[in-house]
């Protein structure tokens, strides 16, 4: 029976389903998961099915190739940037991130609520190195908390390089901190739409494409270390962040098979704009509990995504990295 149940949790039943199957037949059991995997589709509005993928086939083999950083089909990464408002857009993980792929022989897809912001990151950092389309990198306006959006950024995308991209980077981030007494509904929501809502829409719009061209890829996902220990004054943004974490796991299960790997990344105190917003009192009590005694520099979380972007993480999938300097 213990394989029959790991049966029935593979074809996506629900856990009442899970434990009612001791009342079907063995047969009945292994009919639905076969017809399962055979036919599986995800309501979107209307029935969406994923073409038989030609990389679900494929196994990895290590060669020389291996060693370089990126994958070569496709633009090979989209950075999503947002920081809060009044604040410079466009910088912090997310420019980084741009940087260090850039350099690794990536094509970025620089996105931002601030579209000034996403091109000023295309266009005045010299260090974007030329990427796999002849650095034809380019800049979008996205808010990932709006379907239509991320549809519209999602066939730029197709319409500029003619395949989807293959590496994702979710860095939008925003917060909105009080005491979780004194904290407003819309606060919460804010909050929530962009942090957890927007990771979802973007990991699940640009797998679906991925998928539908039949090509590998990896996702990273930018949590937060108080997505696993919560802190005072940010109830909404400790729960949005242990959301992705969440998300992240059940996403690398289920795009797995499609040799689409997730991940996420979970940084500490890290000299971002949002950081910025911190007083310099509550800036030194974090760093009392810092081994490593410094803030932690966004080119050091950008690298740990480039990793995870690369066929040097081929076998990892569904982590959460703790980047924190010991915190």
Same mark, same amino acid.
């Given at each position: 029976m213990a394989d029959i149940r790991a049966c029935v949790l593979n074809a996506g039943w629900g856990f009442k389903d899970c434990f009612s199957a001791t009342a079907l037949g063995v047969r009945d059991i292994l009919d639905k998961c076969a017809k399962f995997k055979s036919n599986m589709s995800v309501e979107s509005g209307t029935k969406w099915s994923p073409k038989e993928s030609v990389t679900n086939k494929q196994t990895h083999k290590h060669t020389s190739e291996d060693n370089k950083s990126v994958i070569k089909k496709g633009p090979a990464s989209v950075v999503l940037c947002r920081v809060p408002e009044r604040r410079r857009a466009g910088s912090g993980i997310g420019r980084a991130a741009c940087q260090v792929l850039s350099k690794e022989g990536a094509t970025v897809i620089a996105a931002d609520k601030n579209y000034e912001a996403a091109v000023e990151t295309i266009k005045t950092h010299t260090s974007l190195a030329a990427g796999s389309n002849g650095g034809d990198h380019t800049a979008i306006e996205l808010e990932v908390s709006n379907s239509k959006s991320v549809q519209n950024a999602l066939d730029t995308a197709l319409k500029q390089y003619k395949y989807p991209p293959t590496i994702v980077v979710n860095s939008a981030g925003i917060v909105r901190d009080n005491w979780m007494l004194k #904290? $407003?509904?819309? !606060?919460? &929501? $804010? +909050? +929530? !739409?962009? &942090? #957890?809502? %927007?990771?979802?829409?973007? =990991?699940?719009?640009? *797998?679906? *494409? =991925? +998928? !539908? *061209?039949? #090509? *590998? %890829? $990896?996702?990273?996902?930018?949590?937060?270390? =108080?997505?696993?220990? %919560? &802190?005072? %004054?940010?109830t909404n943004y400790s729960a949005s962040k242990a959301g992705v974490v969440g998300m992240t796991k059940a996403a690398a299960k289920e795009l797995g098979q499609f040799k689409i790997r997730v991940n996420a990344i979970l940084p500490g105190a890290i000299e971002t704009p949002i950081l910025a917003t911190v007083p310099d009192k509550v800036k030194a009590m974090i760093l009392k509990n810092i081994p490593l005694g410094r803030l932690g520099d966004p080119k050091e979380i950008a690298e740990v995504i480039a990793f995870l972007s690369s066929d040097k993480s081929s076998y990892v999938n569904g982590a959460a990295i703790d980047v924190t300097g010991g915190f």
């Amino acid at each position: 029976m213990a394989d029959i149940r790991a049966c029935v949790l593979n074809a996506g039943w629900g856990f009442k389903d899970c434990f009612s199957a001791t009342a079907l037949g063995v047969r009945d059991i292994l009919d639905k998961c076969a017809k399962f995997k055979s036919n599986m589709s995800v309501e979107s509005g209307t029935k969406w099915s994923p073409k038989e993928s030609v990389t679900n086939k494929q196994t990895h083999k290590h060669t020389s190739e291996d060693n370089k950083s990126v994958i070569k089909k496709g633009p090979a990464s989209v950075v999503l940037c947002r920081v809060p408002e009044r604040r410079r857009a466009g910088s912090g993980i997310g420019r980084a991130a741009c940087q260090v792929l850039s350099k690794e022989g990536a094509t970025v897809i620089a996105a931002d609520k601030n579209y000034e912001a996403a091109v000023e990151t295309i266009k005045t950092h010299t260090s974007l190195a030329a990427g796999s389309n002849g650095g034809d990198h380019t800049a979008i306006e996205l808010e990932v908390s709006n379907s239509k959006s991320v549809q519209n950024a999602l066939d730029t995308a197709l319409k500029q390089y003619k395949y989807p991209p293959t590496i994702v980077v979710n860095s939008a981030g925003i917060v909105r901190d009080n005491w979780m007494l004194k #904290l $407003s509904e819309e !606060d919460y &929501n $804010s +909050v +929530v !739409d962009v &942090n #957890l809502k %927007g990771t979802f829409l973007i =990991m699940q719009t640009f *797998a679906r *494409a =991925m +998928v !539908d *061209a039949n #090509l *590998a %890829g $990896s996702i990273v996902n930018i949590s937060s270390i =108080m997505g696993k220990y %919560g &802190n005072i %004054g940010q109830t909404n943004y400790s729960a949005s962040k242990a959301g992705v974490v969440g998300m992240t796991k059940a996403a690398a299960k289920e795009l797995g098979q499609f040799k689409i790997r997730v991940n996420a990344i979970l940084p500490g105190a890290i000299e971002t704009p949002i950081l910025a917003t911190v007083p310099d009192k509550v800036k030194a009590m974090i760093l009392k509990n810092i081994p490593l005694g410094r803030l932690g520099d966004p080119k050091e979380i950008a690298e740990v995504i480039a990793f995870l972007s690369s066929d040097k993480s081929s076998y990892v999938n569904g982590a959460a990295i703790d980047v924190t300097g010991g915190f």
